[in-house]
C-alpha cells in the first residue's frame, strides 16, 4: 500500500495540473532542456554544514551551476522539515534519507542504477522494486572493535580472528596478561537495554543477519521477516559468541553500563574490545581526546564478528544517502551526484568532512581513527550489509535488547537466550 504521504504528493501534483492545465499545455521544452542555474539539496548533518558549503562552492567553481544548500538543525526531524518543502511544492532537486525513510516516498524517486558511480561502491540504497535510490556520502562499520597496541602485547594477529576458535584464543590470551597491562576487562560490551538497546538489539544482533555474506544476500533477514524465524544452527553459534562477550566483558558495565562509560573505557586503554561502531572514532579524538591521549593515542582496528569459521567480512552502511526526486532537474541532480563520487568532491567529503568514502577507487582517507581500517575492508571487497535496518521498527531496540539484558544478569542460559529471541521475534510479528 502507497505511503500517505506520497498519496499526498500525487494528490497535490493532480490539483496543479488541473488548475494550471492550460499553462502546462503552452510550455513545449522540458524543463532538463533549459539551462540549469541553481540546484536546491538538502543537508541533514548540521556537523558538517561548513564542509558541505565548501562542496558547493567547489561545485559552482567547476561547473558555474550553483548549489543552494538547504539546512536541518541538529535534533530536528529531518523528514518533516522535508515534508513542508514537499507539500509547499518547493522540493529540493536533492534530498536526503536513511533507510526507513524511502517509503515515505515511494515510487516518486528516480532510479540512478545506470549511473556510473553505482558501479563503484556497495553502500548505494537499493529497493526491491524501484532500484538504486541512493547515493551514498558516507560510510560506517558495525565490527568488533580492538587497541592494537594490546593485541600485539599479547600476540594477537587480528588478521587470525575469523573463526569463534580464534576469538576464543584471543581473549584467553589478552585474559591472561590482563593484569600485567593494567586492563580492566579483555571487552567493553554493555547489553543495558533501557539507553543501549539499539547497541545490542540493532547492531550487534545485525551480526547474526550478516556476519559473512555477500551484500546482497538476505537470508537470514527474509527469514525474521517471515514471522519471526531464526536459524536454529546459526543463531545457537551466534549465541556462543554473545556467551564469551558476557564472559570477558567488564562486570560494571555489562547490564548497568552507558554509552559513555563504554566508549570511555575503551579510549581510556582499558579494554582491548568494544562492540561500538567506527562512529565512535569521532569520540576519541573529541570528547574523549585527553583519556585517549594519555593511554598512546593507540592505532585501533576492527575484526569480523567470527561466530562460525571463515567469517571475514565487517558490516558496512552508508547512514544516511542522497535520492533524486523524480520532480526535480533530474538530470542536473544526477550529474552532480557523479561530481560527488569523483576527485575533488571527495577530497572535501573526506578530508574535510571526515566522512570515510564508500567508493572503492577513492585515494583520500579521513583522520578518523578507524578510516583505513574500513577504507582496507571496503577495497578488498570484505563488507556485509546492514539489513538489520529491515527489521520492523522497535524490534531491536524495544523487544530483542531485553533478551541480551537477561542473558547478560545470568537470568539465562545460552539455551535460554535462544529462547527468548525466539519468543520476542515471534511475539512482535504476531501484532504487525
Known amino acids: 500500500m502507497k505511503n500517505w504521504k506520497a498519496l499526498t504528493l500525487i494528490v497535490i501534483l493532480v490539483f496543479s ?7 502546462k499545455e503552452s510550455v513545449e521544452v522540458p524543463e532538463e532542456e533549459t539551462s540549469v542555474e541553481k540546484l536546491t539539496l538538502l543537508n541533514t548533518k548540521s556537523e558538517v554544514t561548513s564542509q558541505i558549503n565548501d562542496l558547493a562552492a567547489k561545485y ?3 561547473t558555474g551551476i550553483k548549489i543552494e544548500v538547504l539546512g536541518v538543525e541538529s535534533g530536528a526531524n529531518a523528514q518533516a522539515t522535508l515534508k513542508g518543502y514537499y507539500l509547499s511544492d518547493q522540493m529540493p532537486d536533492i534530498i536526503a534519507c536513511e533507510a526507513s525513510s524511502f517509503a515515505n516516498w515511494d515510487g516518486l524517486l528516480v532510479d540512478l542504477s545506470d549511473q556510473n558511480w553505482a558501479t563503484r561502491t556497495d553502500a548505494a540504497y537499493k529497493d526491491a522494486t524501484y532500484g538504486t535510490l541512493g547515493f551514498p556520502y558516507t560510510t560506517e562499520a558495525i565490527g568488533l572493535a580492538y587497541n592494537a597496541n594490546i593485541l600485539s602485547a599479547c600476540g594477537v594477529d587480528p588478521a587470525s580472528i ?4 580464534a576469538m576464543r584464543a584471543a581473549f584467553e590470551a589478552i585474559d591472561a596478561k590482563k593484569e600485567e597491562l593494567g586492563l580492566k576487562a579483555v571487552i567493553g560490551y554493555c547489553a543495558e537495554p533501557e539507553n543501549l538497546g539499539w547497541s545490542s538489539g540493532n547492531h550487534i544482533f545485525g551480526a547474526y543477519i550478516d556476519s559473512g ?4 544476500d538476505t537470508t537470514y533477514i527474509d527469514l525474521l521477516n517471515n514471522g519471526g524465524q531464526v536459524d536454529d544452527t546459526r543463531f545457537a553459534d551466534y549465541a556462543e559468541m554473545i556467551s564469551l562477550f558476557n564472559q570477558y566483558s567488564d562486570p560494571d558495565l555489562l547490564t548497568a553500563g552507558t554509552y559513555n562509560d563504554q566508549v570511555l573505557g575503551f579510549a581510556s ?3 582491548a574490545f568494544v562492540t561500538q561502531g567506527s562512529w565512535i572514532g569521532a569520540t576519541l579524538v573529541g570528547d574523549d581526546a585527553s583519556e585517549y591521549q594519555a593511554a598512546g593515542s ?5 575484526v569480523p564478528y567470527a561466530f562460525q569459521d571463515g567469517m571475514e567480512t565487517i558490516l558496512t552502511s552508508a547512514p544516511s ?4 526526486p523524480k520532480e526535480g532537474q533530474v538530470d542536473a541532480a544526477k550529474a552532480f551526484l557523479q561530481w560527488c563520487s569523483e576527485d575533488s568532491a571527495q577530497k572535501i567529503l573526506v578530508e574535510e568532512a571526515g566522512f570515510i568514502s564508500p567508493f572503492k577507487d577513492c585515494k583520500y582517507v579521513a583522520s578518523d581513527p578507524f578510516a583505513k581500517v574500513i577504507s582496507d575492508y571496503i577495497s578488498a571487497g570484505k563488507t556485509s550489509s546492514w539489513h538489520w535496518m529491515d527489521m ?3 524490534l531491536g531496540q524495544k523487544g530483542l535488547a531485553f533478551a541480551f539484558h537477561k542473558f547478560a544478569a545470568g537470568e539465562v542460559d545460552t539455551a535460554g537466550f535462544v529462547l527468548e529471541i525466539k519468543s520476542i521475534a515471534k511475539d512482535w510479528y504476531s501484532k504487525l
Do not use: H
Request: glycine residues 16%.
Open 60 to 62: 559552482e567553481q567547476e
Open 392 to 394: 520492523p521498527e522497535g
Open 321 to 324: 544517502w542522497w535520492a533524486i
Open 213 to 216: 555474506l555477500d551484500r546482497s
Open 162 to 165: 575469523t573463526s569463534p576458535g
Open 17 to 23: 495540473t488541473i488548475i494550471n492545465g492550460c499553462a
Open 298 to 302: 593507540f592505532p585501533v582496528g576492527m
Open 269 to 271: 586503554g582499558k579494554y
